[in-house]
């Protein structure tokens, strides 16, 4: 059984831990917000290349372009985003566990097909250390950070573009925690390259009731709007995951600070009955002492 001592100094670290998690959920709240306006500020770039993309859909032409060219898939490259740093519950695990379920699907999909995965963070390359398997190759010469800049995204964009047009890989997804709220992050699994036609029909904002006059032409504009139109997908994807991360933090810094709460009370419980019993058995000594004189 713990003495008073003991106690005290367990009820003190105690408290020390609930307040150390309640200024982590603060800030990683902040942070949220911050990457929450990062994705607003976004938001008109990609509503604005939706809409040339839904002029030039509209036209009802056949568009040539590299980036939406279906082949035989042999090799395929995934992105996984993860977090660089912990403290934020299951979240880097879920999504490990997404991956894997991905990789199985292609497998199962395209037979005996070699997958090349990029990580994304310090703790999903940590992951993926540790997975063996003779289809599967990870990717690290380069670590990515979560972290990483607009510029290294755009950069990191065009080496994987460039490795699809030149045939190093048929198919590129993107596994990640797409942000929908504080409490919900929702695992999704993206198609990068091809562009598929689905997604780009979907996007696309068409309008039948206008006729357009594209010069030099609508397939020219086409192959100059699309990449950007990938690059402003990953860097809402990228901005997305750093957001799913810290809102995943927050409610692991909310978990915490409540087993602390709760940790602290039954120790302050404890604490106040052994002292109490304390006192008692020192009075009973006095009063047994009195009574012998």
Known sequence: MATLKELKVRIGSVASSEKITGAMKMISSAKVHKEEQGLKRLKPFKDQIKSIMGHILSTGENFNSP??????????????YGSDDGLCGAYN???????????????????????????????????????????????????????????????????IRDS?????????????????????????????FPVSEKILTGEADIDDN???????????????????????SMQEITVQNRASEQAARVMAMQSANDNAKKLFEELQLEYNKLRQQSITTELLDILGGQVEK
């Open 164 to 192: 699809f047009l030149q045939g190093v890989y048929d198919l590129v997804e993107t596994v990640y925690m797409a942000f929908q709220s504080m409490s919900r992050q929702k695992l999704t699994v993206e198609q990068l």
């Open 210 to 232: 206008q006729m357009y006059l594209f010069e030099p032409s609508a397939n020219r504009i086409f192959n100059e709007v699309l990449p950007m139109f990938v690059m402003s």
């Open 67 to 80: 980036l939406i060219e279906d082949r035989e898939v042999r090799k395929v490259a995934i992105v996984v």
């Open 93 to 159: 695990l879920n999504i490990f566990k997404g991956l894997l379920v991905e990789c199985n699907r292609l497998q199962d999909k395209y037979g005996d097909v070699e997958i090349s995965i990029y990580p994304v963070g310090r703790k999903m390359s940590k992951a993926l250390s540790h997975l063996k398997d003779g289809n599967i190759k990870v990717v690290d010469a380069e670590p990515l950070s979560s972290k990483m800049s607009g510029d290294s995204v755009t950069e990191f964009t065009k080496s």
